[in-house]
């Protein structure tokens, strides 16, 4: 089965840092975009951020620009996405999400496009 795991969640005080992980099993993201989305609860899914399976187009929403950093290993299979900074109001599920393209940009989208999904990994910052 198909699937992506994603890691790395936790409680964190505000102003902290965490970096979740994304790991597919039973496929290599050589060929796959992976995008980071979140969802607090009573809210629609929000894209963060996005990653080109090349590496080289980045995105990220408005609201986490200059705190998050996306980043892939292919050779490790994984992509990362490490969160500084932290604010109450990234308090969130993250889920990664992989889109096989050959497109070579990415956008920060609502994710529709994306097939392979995550179970999710909790992130949650205390003031």
């Known amino acids: 089965q198909l699937q992506l795991v994603e890691s790395g969640g936790g409680l964190v005080q505000s102003g902290g840092s965490l970096r979740l992980s994304c790991k597919p099993s039973?496929?290599?993201?050589?060929?796959?975009?992976i995008g980071w989305f979140r969802q607090a609860p009573g809210k629609e899914r929000e894209g963060v951020s996005c990653?080109?399976?090349?590496?080289?187009?980045?995105n990220y929403a408005d609201s986490v620009k200059g705190r998050f950093t996306i980043s892939r290993d292919n050779a490790k299979n994984t992509v990362y996405l490490q969160m500084n900074s932290l604010k109450p109001e990234d308090t969130a599920v993250y889920y990664c999400?992989?889109?096989?393209?050959?497109?070579?940009?990415?956008?920060?989208?609502?994710?529709?496009?994306?097939?392979?999904w995550g179970q999710g990994t909790q992130v949650t910052v205390s003031s």
């Open positions: 990653i080109s399976a090349s590496g080289d187009s980045i």
């Open positions: 999400a992989a889109l096989q393209t050959f497109q070579t940009m990415c956008v920060v989208s609502s994710g529709y496009e994306y097939f392979y």
């Open positions: 039973g496929f290599t993201l050589d060929y796959y975009r």
